[in-house]
Structure formats: C-alpha cells, structure tokens
C-alpha cells in the first residue's frame, strides 16, 4: 500500500469543487490522469478532470467502484462521509487517511482531539441542549460563540452569544442538535499555516500567512504574515506537531487566533488545500496542489519557497450582481493574476475566483489585490472622440 504512484496513473478526488479543479490542474501537468466524484455534473473539477461521476458520497457501490478505477483516492473538502473514505480504502489508498477526516470534519470531535494532545484552544464547551448550553455560559462567561458540530464552514452554523442573546434562538441557529461553545476570543489578528506531509514523515510549510474576513469569509490572505518572527515559528511547530499526531499523508491547513499577548490558539483544522494558500499556485515553487499529489502518490515533496510575497483576494459572487465584472481591467495589471472556477451560477456569497497579487512586500501585495478587485466592478470609461 506504501508503493509510488508515479506520473501516468490516475488519482481519485471525492468533491468536486474549486480545490479540486487546481489539484487537477497540477495533476494534468504531471501526467497523472483525474477521476473525480460528487453529487454534481459540470464542476469546476469535472471541467479538468478525464472523468467525472455522479453519485452520492453515501452511495458506497458507487464510491467503491470509483475506487476500483483509480490509483490513490484523496479528497478535496472535509464534508465526505468518513464512510465513503473507509469503504474507497478498502480498494486503494485514501490520502489523508479517513481517520483525519473523521476528526476535523466535525467540530466536537476536533476540539476535543486537540484538547486531549495538549494544543492551545479557547476555553470551550460540547453542549447537546439547550439546558447544557446554559451551563456551559455559566462555565465559559460571555461573551461566547456557538459553533455547529458538524458540516460548518464560512461562519455558517455559528452565533455568537452576548448578554442580551435569546439562547433558545441561538440554539435553534446553530442546528439545535449538538454544537462546541467556545469563549469569545479578543484577538490582534489571525493567521493559518498550509503544510504537507509526506508518506515517509518529511514536512514542508508555506509560512504563516495572515488572513482578514468579511462576513465570516476569507477576503485577503497577506504572505507572509506581518507579525513576529517568533510568532511565526510557533505557528509552524505546532502545525507540525498536529500533522505528525494525526499522520497526515497530504496537506493540511491550521488556522490560528493571534491574540492581544501574542499567544496562539488553534481555531479550526482542515485536511486538504486552503483557501488562504491559494497564493502558492503563483507565488511559489510548488503549489499547495501539486504538494498534495506529491504527498498522496507518496513522492519527495516539493521546495515551497516563496519567490516574492503575495496576496490574494476573493471573488465572491457580489461582483456579478450588475453583469459581467471588467476582466479586462485586471488583466491589464503585470503583476495580478486572475484565476477564475468555471462556476455557471454566480450568487451573494458564492467564491467564484481570486486574484493573486505579487510586490515588494505583503503590505504592497495586499493593496495592489484590493485596488485590482475593485476594478472589476468599475464602469469602463467611454471614450467618444
């Protein structure tokens, strides 16, 4: 089960979305053939990949003859059935193991792994009622934030609870079935580590990077991050410190609360590519995608430097609302690079693209992807001579 997979054999990716789409890309480069599975037809992964399948991720026949048809079998977000990971890996290896994915796609079981080996979390509670969510605000004090177990991410599923919160509403937001309430943490700014590990235990990194949100949404990633050095080196051990207890075998993304003292506290897992290491596709010497399929076929890893520092800005699908954003415009710039997901429907919320920035430093990369976006929705000047 430990034997190379080398260029010309065919990977299985469970989901299909943009994740997807740039781990195929960089498959496709390195001569490895795609095979991808998801309850949907024309996706961003199935518009690169050699084959897509239709089929439920709990339909286990159909993902275990999608197994039969590949090589390795890695995933491209979190909410696939541990299920469906165990029955592929009946047949073919399944990169990161579906013990990984049974830990961090659920939040309670998460915190409460994380908790038990010693890594830094907020202060937090596993409520299953109403009555436990009322002992655990007495517990952790307020103000807090009610997170939904399982299935959460983008801020969906999370409330946050102050003084005045009606607490049979907020329960009933966040899914009224069982939910981690965690104390509100009063944070300088957050930043996330992209690592990978390979087959043989090698670990690379791609920095800490610093990540703003708006509206619970990645907005801009800034790497590196603007903060102390030191920081930076314990963002990075204790990534690798979590990758190596859970043994990962591909890329896994950790990101972190900076609070006010300077202290760390892990927020959330997530075992495969990340939005904010989407920079790496441009700005480095091996992306987080092709780190991946290195990791997953069981080959060396990659050199991860970063050649200048980036940023990268979302596209989420506001920028449609008036038609068509100025693409033009942004292409124009020589140092912004556009990368858009093959998405047909555009709507408020949706990520549909990103713009990756270079220059001299963060700072000037992360106002250079910010002037660049807010071309797209600038109306072209008409010249009438």
């Not at 904010?276 to 080959?299: K, M, N, P, W, Y």
């Not at 140092?335 to 047909?344: A, Q, R, S």
């Amino acid at each position: 089960m430990n034997r190379l997979i080398l260029p010309g054999s065919t990977v299985g990716v469970l989901g299909s979305g943009q994740l997807g789409r740039m781990f195929a890309i960089a498959a496709r480069r390195m001569g490895y053939r795609v095979h991808t599975l998801s309850p949907d037809d024309d996706t961003p992964t199935g518009q690169i990949a050699d084959v897509e399948i239709r089929a439920s991720y709990d339909d286990l026949d159909a993902v275990r003859h999608f197994a039969s048809r590949v090589d390795v079998v890695t995933f491209e977000f979190e909410n696939v059935s541990a299920d469906s990971a165990h029955a592929a890996a009946a047949i073919v290896p399944v990169r990161p193991a579906g013990e990984v994915l049974h830990i961090t796609q659920h939040r309670k079981r998460e915190k409460a792994w994380l908790s038990k080996h010693g890594f830094p979390v907020a202060p937090f509670a596993l409520v299953h009622s109403l009555d436990e969510l009322r002992e655990g605000l007495a517990h952790i004090g307020q103000p807090a934030v009610l997170k939904s177990a399982g299935f959460g991410y983008d801020g969906k599923g999370q409330v946050r609870i102050d003084a005045d919160t009606d607490l049979a509403a907020a329960w009933q937001a966040a899914g009224a079935y069982e939910a981690v309430l965690e104390s509100w943490v009063s944070y300088d700014c957050e930043v996330s580590v992209v690592a990978a590990r390979g087959l043989d235990g090698s670990f690379e990194h791609y920095g800490a990077v610093q990540n703003t949100h708006a509206n619970h949404i990645l907005d801009v990633t800034t790497a590196p991050a603007d903060i102390d050095p030191s920081i930076r080196g314990h963002a990075i051990e204790i990534a690798e410190a979590i990758l190596d207890q859970l043994k990962v075998v591909g890329v896994l993304c950790v990101e972190f609360f900076v609070s006010r003292t300077g202290s760390l506290l892990v927020n959330e897992l997530a075992p495969r590519p990340h939005n904010s290491g989407h920079f790496s596709f441009d700005a480095c010497i091996t992306s987080q995608f092709e780190q991946q399929l290195r990791a997953v076929c069981g080959l060396p890893l990659g050199s991860t430097e970063q050649v200048r520092p980036a940023a990268m800005a979302n596209l989420l699908g506001d920028l449609w609302q008036n038609g068509t954003p100025d693409f033009t415009a942004v292409l124009a710039l020589r140092d912004v690079k556009l990368h858009l997901y093959g998405k047909t429907k555009a709507r408020p919320g949706r990520k549909m693209g990103h713009l990756t920035a270079m220059a001299a430093s963060g700072t000037e990369a992360a106002a250079r992807v910010r002037h660049a976006r807010s071309l797209l929705t600038r109306t072209p000047s008409i010249n009438s001579a």
